[in-house]
């Protein structure tokens, strides 16, 4: 690669080309367009702007012009939940040696100090241009088929400074399942490419329905998912970030029709303190060439509002704990072709157009810069031991007794490039007890330094009250593993891992609940007709005690072979990670034998999820993945319209989370006569709310006191949003003789996004879960949030009739990687029926 630092766009000398786009757009710097690349329109039929493209149009476009340019190279890197195929493009000058510039880049990382200012000059900057990881976001996407043809058939001094000096990663469907739902509502439902398009807000085009695109299959917003890494999505994206390690990391999206353009910095008192001041330095100034652009073509915009730079699971923000800048970009949406705003009529073309303008901007910036952003990355590697040796935290050790779930919590640090050993020797740290082979080790001095420290720590001091998004998400809490931070390095050692192999039972097969897959083992069990006993009181056989909610299998089945039962169980242990013990007798010596009437058969749960209008679908989806993925349940997406003309007796469990509006009066009283024939009614959230008002029970709410302070004008807002709970991880205790919290120990984290707060309920075995008197464990909540969660309930059960209800006043599912607290929502549906 041959390197040319002249500035981008010098353009007095250069005759101008517009873009193939159905609104003008010039781009600087651009003497004409190869004829030999074809355009969008040549591979998809139509000009961008005119129509919403479609993912398997993006995909074709992008394959013809790699096979039309050697600038450009295309490979998968992974695959929706639906299969759909997501797919990258690499673009540089014509010749480069790809998996050398690669691997020079990663050096920077992995051996910071041996690349000195020569190495990089050398270099070209790396840049990953991600967009519309919102489905209905839509433009960003358009913005991405544009910047490739201009990358691989534009000619001029601009161009060829991006291809001689940097290499452009082009990510242009992050989230293809959530389009493909938008893109066909809005084609669908607009009249002929000729006609004027509707400007009418209450036009179909305009009102996409439930769940509308913005999210992934499962209806998970994947631009929270950076960190917790739960979809495939995220995952193969993760793998393609890693792999280059870019220096710039931009992300566009959409907003409000009625704002203009938003770029970043974000709110400078909302930024993360984990991430060095120089990065938020150079993205103030590469905001300046955004400024420029955005001035060329007449468009308004703003930053260092609104948004921040907190959150380390987005998009824009990941990168800056990694070592490059993220960008966070936000256009005006149109949603259909074109709107109505306050600002007059918006095109589609136009947020096309502005998209494409802040793409060139950033790739102007990042070759102007390339220096500094590769010094930036260098020196961010080389300065994380110097991070460590200042911490107090030498090391994290975490507790992986629960095996499934401590694998899949190594599995996400390893996707993150953070390296981990196991524990070699008997610790006690505050009164929690490590064992040696039994526990993993997080050393701090590593170049992931700040990452971890982010991943791991409890914050409860702030700067700022406001948040965009959440406080707090450390991830040991969020797995409910053990964990303590240490001032040494523990010596390493072996993971004790227990046989798979199952001997064969000749009475009946133990599958204690405290373990993350007993569900999906129970389900498994359940589906084949295997009749399955739960232990409602301890018990001792073959040498062990076994806890509540131990499951107890019995070979001799009425329906099914022993056969059967053994291959069953066998599986369960293969594909759950579980311990599962084989007896030969009956008969305990200490507590009940297995026949007793302490162990009664459990049912069959028939689960219905309330969906559609008027709920939440974020929630609906983290139920619906669960339920699905996790636990292997049948679950029936039922429409929150269907309620009252519904066949009810088809379930034993309805689940209603989130929220719940508009269900009306007759749907309600049916929902309640079910419960009182012996239905399982599960809410959550503000479900939980709709439930107390509605008669669902006996509960009593902890109303919020109104805030009689007389604020300015101008501080009121914030005033208000400081009452707002956006997100913390607070500390409960739970009554684990209670069905509702078998398997699980009795202090947990939970994490909470709400300020709905339940009375204990006078009734004596009711209450499941406690607010602790200092529950605040990680997070910003207000001194009049935590005093009303104090000794408040968090988890109740409570009976209607020959039925049951259970409410719950945080979300235990939350993004899916609240893995510690998923297993008492699955309590509450295999078990909420015994109590």
């Known amino acids: 690669m041959r390197f040319c630092f002249a500035l981008l766009f010098i353009t007095s000398a250069v005759a101008a080309q517009p873009l193939p786009l159905a609104t003008d757009f010039t781009a600087p710097g651009v003497s004409g367009y190869d004829p030999a690349i074809p355009t969008p329109e040549a591979v998809i039929g139509h000009i961008i702007g005119t129509r919403h493209t479609r993912p398997e149009q993006v995909v074709r476009y992008f394959e013809a012009v790699a096979e039309a340019s050697h600038r450009v190279h295309v490979a998968e890197h992974g695959r929706t939940w639906e299969g759909r195929r997501l797919i990258h493009a690499v673009v540089t000058a014509e010749g480069t040696d790809l998996e050398a510039v690669r691997q020079a880049n990663l050096r920077l990382s992995d051996a910071p100090d041996e690349m000195g200012d020569a190495a990089l000059g050398a270099m070209p900057v790396v840049a990953y241009m991600g967009y519309s990881v919102h489905g209905n976001e839509a433009s960003g996407t358009e913005a991405a088929l544009l910047l490739l043809y201009h990358l691989a058939a534009g000619q001029g001094p601009a161009v060829e400074a991006v291809l001689q000096n940097a290499v452009t990663i082009i990510d242009p469907l992050m989230n293809p399942d959530g389009r493909d739902r938008f893109v066909d509502w809005v084609n669908g439902n607009r009249g002929g490419t000729k006609g004027m398009p509707s400007l009418d807000g209450q036009d179909r085009e305009h009102n996409a329905p439930w769940p509308g695109g913005r999210t992934n299959h499962y209806l998970f917003d994947l631009n929270r998912d950076w960190l917790p890494l739960v979809h495939p999505e995220s995952q193969a994206r993760m793998a393609l970030w890693h792999s280059w390690r870019p220096q710039l990391s931009t992300d566009f999206h959409e907003m409000g029709g009625d704002a203009t353009y938003f770029f970043q910095p974000g709110i400078p008192s909302r930024n993360n303190p984990n991430t060095p001041e120089r990065t938020f330095d150079l993205t103030a100034e590469i905001a300046t060439y955004h400024a420029r652009a955005l001035d060329r073509i007449g468009q308004l915009y703003y930053s260092e509002e609104s948004f921040d730079d907190f959150y380390y699971g987005k998009g824009s923000t990941y990168p800056d704990v990694n070592g490059s800048v993220g960008i966070l970009f936000e256009q005006a949406s149109s949603r259909a072709l074109a709107a109505e705003t306050v600002n007059g009529r918006l095109d589609y073309a136009t947020t096309v157009r502005n998209q494409v303008a802040t793409s060139l901007s950033s790739l102007e910036a990042a070759v102007a810069m390339r220096g500094r952003l590769l010094q930036h990355q260098r020196d961010f590697y080389a300065s994380a031991p110097d991070v460590a040796r200042d911490s107090d935290v030498k090391a994290y050790v975490v507790s992986t007794q629960d095996r499934a779930r401590a694998a899949h919590f190594t599995d996400v640090l390893r996707q993150h490039r953070i390296e981990t050993y196991t524990l070699g020797e008997q610790m006690e740290v505050r009164g929690e007890r490590f064992a040696p082979g039994e526990a993993l080790v997080v050393p701090m001095e590593q170049p992931q330094a700040r990452l971890i420290k982010a991943a791991f720590e409890r914050v409860t001091t702030f700067e700022d009250s406001l948040f965009y998004d959440v406080s707090a998400w450390s991830l040991p809490l969020a797995y409910g593993l053990r964990y303590a931070e240490l001032d040494r390095l523990p010596e390493a050692g072996s993971m004790l891992v227990p046989p798979r192999s199952l001997s064969r039972a000749g009475v009946a097969y133990l599958i204690p609940w405290d373990q993350t897959f007993a569900p999906r083992a129970l389900a498994r069990l359940q589906r084949a007709g295997v009749r399955v006993r739960m232990a409602t009181t301890p018990f001792e056989a073959g040498g062990d005690t076994f806890e509540r909610g131990t499951l107890v299998v019995s070979v001799r089945q009425a329906d099914v072979g022993g056969e059967t039962v053994h291959a069953l169980a066998t599986e369960s242990v293969r594909q759950g990670d579980l311990d599962i013990f084989a007896l030969g007798s009956g008969l305990t010596p200490g507590g009940p034998d297995l026949g007793s009437r302490s162990m009664p058969v459990l049912g069959v749960p028939r689960v219905a999820l309330l969906s559609g209008e008027g709920t939440d679908s974020y929630n609906v989806g983290q139920v619906w993945h669960l339920l699905t993925e996790r636990a292997g349940l049948p679950v029936s997406l039922l429409e929150r319209d269907e309620v009252g003309g519904a066949d009810l007796s088809r379930y034993t469990t309805i689940i209603a989370t989130g929220f719940l509006r508009g269900l009306d009066d007759g749907a309600t009283e049916k929902l309640k006569g079910w419960v009182r024939g012996g239905g399982t009614f599960i809410a959550t959230e503000g479900t939980a709310s709709w439930a107390a008002d509605n008669g669902l029970g006996a509960w009593t709410k902890r109303e919020a006191e109104e805030d009689s302070t007389m604020h300015p004008y101008a501080d009121v807002s914030a005033a208000r949003g400081a009452q707002f709970l956006g997100g913390a991880i607070f500390e409960v205790t739970l009554d684990t003789t209670h069905p ?44 009049p949030n935590l005093e009303r969660l104090q000794g408040a309930s968090a988890i109740s059960g409570q009976r209607l009739g020959r039925g049951h209800v259970v409410l719950f006043d945080f979300d235990p599912t939350f993004r899916a990687f609240w893995w510690g607290t998923q297993g008492l929502l699955l309590n509450a549906v295999f078990f909420g029926s015994t109590f």
Do not use: W
């Open 740 to 783: 509702l919290a078998f398997g699980h120990p009795e202090r947990m984290a939970i994490f909470k996004n709400n300020t709905l707060a339940f009375d204990p309920a006078d009734e004596a075995g009711t209450i499941v879960a406690t607010y602790t008197d200092d529950p605040l464990l990680s997070g910003y909540a207000s001194v």
